[in-house]
């Protein structure tokens, strides 16, 4: 690789985490605040009314939901080889050269997803605004039914059987969901002769 195409990845790179940042970071929470702003009365209804009580929630989901946003990027990175942001067949950052399972990504096949998904509920609480938490729920469910369908169709051709296996042994969305199912289940199962 010449000097020319590294910087050019690296403009990539930066290019990727920027429009991602002022995307999912920013302008998605601003059009959540904008929408509870708004004369609709489905935007008005409260989620939580004590004022205490809400902010208190909302960052109780907003820390973690941040935590796994970050960690998954900085997993990508450094253990992927270059970056998330490649979505609806556009490629603004170079693909990751390497199935990454450690980290998040041993919780759950989608941590960005994930975190990013718990931002929004927090957001859509500490605003107070049920539309909001509507809102963010749809974005949600085509976010999985059309990006993480497409991530994983790109996931499997680019690494095979690696990646059926990592996919029968991690969750989709939910950290530790197939997991803690199972061990509830095995717990609370009946056993013979008791």
């Not at 009580?53 to 990027?73: E, H, K």
């Not at 450094?78 to 603004?92: F, L, N, S, Y």
Request: aromatic residues 12%.
């Amino acid at each position: 690789m010449n000097i020319m195409e590294k910087h050019l990845r690296i403009i990539r790179h930066l290019a990727g985490y920027f429009i991602g940042t002022a995307v999912f970071i920013f302008l998605i929470p601003l059009g959540f605040w904008w929408l509870s702003l708004s004369r609709y009365p489905v935007f008005r209804i409260q989620v939580i009314p004590d004022d205490g009580l809400r902010l208190m929630v909302s960052l109780l989901i907003f820390v973690p939901g941040m935590i796994f946003v970050v960690w998954s990027n900085l997993y990508l990175l450094v253990q992927g080889k270059e970056g998330p942001v490649d979505a609806a067949g556009i490629r603004i950052s170079p693909r990751t050269k390497k199935l990454v399972r450690q980290g998040p990504y041993k919780l759950t096949r989608n941590p960005m997803v994930f975190g990013i998904q718990t931002v929004y509920i927090s957001v859509s609480v500490f605003l107070n605004s049920l539309g909001c938490l509507g809102i963010s729920l749809l974005f949600f469910h085509i976010i999985v039914r059309y990006v993480v369908a497409a991530e994983e169709v790109r996931l499997f051709n680019d690494f095979g059987s690696a990646y059926l296996r990592y996919k029968e042994k991690t969750p989709r969305i939910m950290p530790l969901s197939g997991q803690l199912l199972k061990k509830l289940a095995e717990k609370f199962r009946p056993r013979a002769g008791k």
